[in-house]
C-alpha cells in the first residue's frame, strides 16, 4: 500500500509558475513509477506527465511539453511537478499517481496506476 499527499497547489496569474509536491508513504517509493494527471470540471482526467522509478525516463503530455518538468527524490520519497508558462487551461485539480514498476510500463495509462492521492486545486486566472 502506498499512500500520496499533493501540495503546492495555487491561485496563479498566466505566465506564473508553481511547483506541486507529491509525498508518499507506506512502500519504497523507488520501487514505483510516479505520474501526474488532470481533471478539469466535466471533463476526464487528462495525462500530465510521467517518470520512471529510478527517474531515467520520462513523458510529458503535448499541452504541457516544454513548460512543466517532472521529477523525484527516492531519498525524500517525493515527487514534483514544476509548472512554468501558466495557461488559463491549465486549471484543473492535479493528481499523482503510483505503479510498481514494470518493464512494460505504459505511463499514459491512467488505468495502471494503483495508488492516487486526494489531488490539489490548480487554479490558473488574470
Known amino acids: 500500500q502506498v499512500q500520496l499527499v499533493e501540495s503546492g497547489g495555487g491561485l496563479v496569474q498566466p505566465g506564473g509558475s508553481l511547483r506541486l509536491s507529491c509525498a508518499a508513504s507506506?512502500?519504497?517509493?523507488?520501487?514505483?513509477?510516479m505520474a501526474w494527471f488532470r481533471q478539469a470540471p466535466g471533463k476526464e482526467h487528462d495525462f500530465v506527465s510521467a517518470?520512471?522509478?529510478?527517474?531515467?525516463?520520462?513523458d510529458y503530455g503535448d499541452s504541457v511539453k516544454g513548460r512543466f518538468t517532472i521529477s523525484r527524490d527516492n531519498n525524500k520519497n517525493t515527487g514534483y511537478l514544476q509548472m512554468n508558462s501558466l495557461k488559463l487551461e491549465d486549471t484543473a485539480v492535479y493528481y499523482c499517481a503510483a505503479a510498481i514498476q514494470v518493464y512494460n510500463w505504459r505511463p499514459r495509462v491512467k488505468d495502471q496506476y494503483d495508488y492516487w492521492g486526494q489531488g490539489t486545486q490548480v487554479t490558473i486566472s488574470s
Open positions: 507506506g512502500r519504497t517509493f523507488s520501487g514505483y513509477a
Open positions: 517518470i520512471s522509478s529510478r527517474g531515467s525516463t520520462t
